[in-house]
């Protein structure tokens, strides 16, 4: 099995990142997850019962795309440093099948279980 290819996925993490805040800005939020303007459900719905509904909704949508931008920016960081592919609980290499399938890993197979 060859090595993982760095530089690919570093182009891979750089364009999610991009899609991940584009996303972002959609929802009216800015790249740390923080609404930059006043989020305007009322129109839409009659009573404000559903407004509550769709706002904890786009909430809840937004705290996941910040996780997944801060595991890339995390990712993007061991690419820089050096400890890409490196467990950071025990620093033991982690595969490279694990690192492909999903290469904001951070932990190997073994500490990921632990900690879950
Ligand atoms: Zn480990």
Redesign the pocket.
Same mark, same amino acid.
Request: with cysteine; charged share 30%; glycine share 16%.
């Given at each position: 099995m060859p090595p993982i290819d760095i530089a690919k996925t570093a182009v891979a993490l750089g364009k999610e990142r991009a899609t991940l805040l584009h996303q972002l800005s959609e929802l009216g939020a800015d790249e740390n997850g923080e609404l930059t303007g006043e989020m305007d459900f009322g129109d839409a719905f009659a009573d404000a019962g559903a407004a509550t509904a769709e706002r904890t909704e786009t909430m809840g949508i937004i705290k996941n795309l910040r996780n997944r931008l801060d595991d890339v920016r995390a990712a993007m960081v061991r690419i820089e440093d050096g400890t890409f592919g490196t @467990?950071?609980? !025990? =620093?033991?290499t +982690?595969g490279e099948d694990r690192m492909e399938y999903r290469p904001t890993s951070s932990? @190997? +197979? =073994? !500490?990921?279980t632990k900690s879950a």
């Open positions: @467990c950071t609980e !025990c =620093g033991e +982690i932990k @190997c +197979i =073994g !500490c990921k």
